[in-house]
């Protein structure tokens, strides 16, 4: 049984930094890539990091990228996505997420965690 348990999130000013961070169990970490998605008031869940199995490479959203970093410890079995420059725009809920992948993340990954809220305002 895959567990995934979002931390850190909160409320921000605009140009504020948050650091989020999901812990990973039931499974082997270091065998499969890990992602970050968010969901905004009325809108669809959306992608926004990825960081492959063995931490190589990393993919972002063009909304997030040079702003936001994704990045895992698997001694810890964690993955960590921090924020920087915060904007209102990136107030959401967000959501660790894994699959069986070793690089992708599908659209629809098997597993999610619970979400942690972002605010930020103006």
């Known amino acids: 049984q895959v567990q995934l348990v979002e931390s850190g999130g909160g409320s921000v000013q605009a140009g504020d930094s948050l650091r989020l961070s999901c812990a990973a169990s039931?499974?082997?970490?270091?065998?499969?890539?890990m992602g970050w998605f968010r969901q905004a008031p009325g809108k669809e869940r959306e992608f926004v990091a990825v960081?492959?199995?063995?931490?190589?490479?990393?993919y972002y959203v063009d909304s997030v990228q040079g702003r936001f970093t994704i990045s895992r410890d698997d001694a810890k079995n964690t993955v960590d996505l921090q924020m920087n420059s915060l904007k209102p725009e990136d107030t959401a809920v967000y959501y660790c997420?894994?699959?069986?992948?070793?690089?992708?993340?599908?659209?629809?990954?098997?597993?999610w965690g619970q979400g942690t809220q972002v605010t930020v305002s103006s």
């Open positions: 039931g499974r082997t970490f270091s065998s499969y890539a």
């Open positions: 997420a894994t699959d069986y992948s070793r690089y992708a993340m599908p659209t629809s990954p098997r597993y």
């Open positions: 960081i492959s199995w063995n931490g190589g490479s990393t």
